[in-house]
């Protein structure tokens, strides 16, 4: 019912930006908390960012400075701008929604995109 797409991620060099995209679709009414994941290789998922309905964010200690959350709710859609880049924020980055409201009656909890890859070179 509900579908994350994300976009955006590449090789970039180190020192670099990016800028990645995902499109929430879906019979969607409105969509609570969303955030930006990131799993490296052999490592376990982490949250890096994180933006509510009402546009408060939190932040990874290690992107806070370099990373940017946003949202378009018209658009459905959250963002993540990356500068600074650095070899250890390659990963693969997920988007997520905690709780998406449906247009004629209830909810789906914890939908998660296919994921994008970022790399960043030394």
């Known amino acids: 019912q509900v579908q994350l797409v994300e976009s955006g991620g590449g090789l970039v060099q180190a020192g670099g930006s990016l800028r990645l995209s995902c499109a929430a679709s879906?019979?969607?009414?409105?969509?609570?908390?969303m955030g930006w994941y990131r799993q490296a290789p052999g490592k376990q998922r982490e949250r890096v960012a994180f933006?509510?309905?009402?546009?408060?964010?939190n932040y990874a200690d290690s992107v806070k400075g370099r990373f940017t959350i946003s949202r378009d709710n018209a658009k459905k859609t959250v963002y993540l701008q990356m500068n600074s880049l650095a070899p250890e924020d390659t990963a693969v980055y997920y988007c997520n929604a905690d709780r998406v409201w449906l247009i004629g009656g209830g909810s789906v909890f914890g939908s998660w995109g296919q994921g994008t890859q970022v790399t960043v070179s030394s």
């Open positions: 879906g019979r969607i009414s409105s969509i609570n908390a």
């Open positions: 933006i509510g309905s009402g546009g408060n964010t």
